[in-house]
């Protein structure tokens, strides 16, 4: 029997129709992704074909967010051209979030540091080690991306940390950094760094608010957890 496609569907149940219709929240992952390749191959749609590659990464946006064009493209009816097309429209996402992120002026808690960086580091398979200078009324005034690692570990000149913090006339800092294993629970390097940082802060009368660890869906504060 040959496969029903999208054109033979009740207009209501095709994506774009029904996103017209319906507007784009009542659009389910795989027909958002179904628009993005526009077809699917002989055998099935391409609501089908991206149910199943939404199935391969157990319906996870985050892991999906993560594969590459080669591993898009072992699937039958996606090409290089649709595995861009996914992949543009995923970065476009993440983007955008980071920015909505970014204009929050004030930080008032671990949890809108996390908030702000997840975007950023949290998905990372490599270590990345982050800062954000705060004025006064803790709005943040630059956030710099310190040093980038492999997968244990980052490399951070503090010397470089206090020449942006003084260049902007900071008077708090905010240092993160990601886990990509997914462990929350600091190091001793974690540890003796940001015993480090802080002493090099109180010697120009900048304060370091906190330190975060942070992982794709939770994060560890020092603030938090007395150890600043």
């Known amino acids: 029997m040959d496969k029903l496609t999208i054109k033979h569907w009740a207009l209501n149940d095709r994506p774009r129709e029904k996103m017209v219709a319906k507007g784009r929240e009542s659009l389910s992952d795989a027909e958002l992704v179904a628009i993005l390749i526009g077809a699917g191959n002989k055998q099935e749609s391409a609501v089908s074909l991206s149910k199943r590659i939404l199935a391969s990464v157990n319906n996870n946006l985050n892991e999906l967010a993560k594969m590459t064009i080669k591993q898009l493209t072992t699937f039958n009816g996606i090409g290089p051209a649709k595995a861009i097309s996914i992949i543009t429209a995923i970065t476009l996402g993440k983007r955008l979030q980071v920015e909505s992120a970014m204009i929050k002026p004030k930080i008032s808690s671990s949890k809108a540091v996390f908030e702000m960086m997840q975007p950023k580091i949290g998905n990372l398979q490599h270590e990345e080690f982050w800062v954000l200078f705060l004025n006064n009324s803790n709005k943040v005034l630059h956030t710099l991306q310190l040093s980038k690692g492999g997968l244990t570990a980052t490399i951070v000149d503090i010397r470089m940390l206090f020449k942006k913090a003084l260049e902007l006339l900071s008077v708090g800092i905010i240092i993160c950094h990601n886990h990509p294993s997914g462990k929350l629970l600091?190091?001793?390097?974690?540890?003796?760094?940001?015993?480090?940082?802080?002493?090099?802060?109180?010697?120009?009368?900048?304060?370091?608010?906190?330190?975060?660890?942070?992982?794709?869906?939770?994060?560890?504060?020092?603030?938090?957890?007395?150890?600043?």
């Open 186 to 228: 600091p190091s001793v390097a974690d540890k003796n760094l940001t015993s480090k940082i802080k002493t090099a802060a109180e010697t120009l009368d900048i304060k370091l608010l906190d330190h975060l660890i942070i992982t794709e869906k939770a994060y560890f504060s020092f603030a938090d957890e007395k150890l600043i």
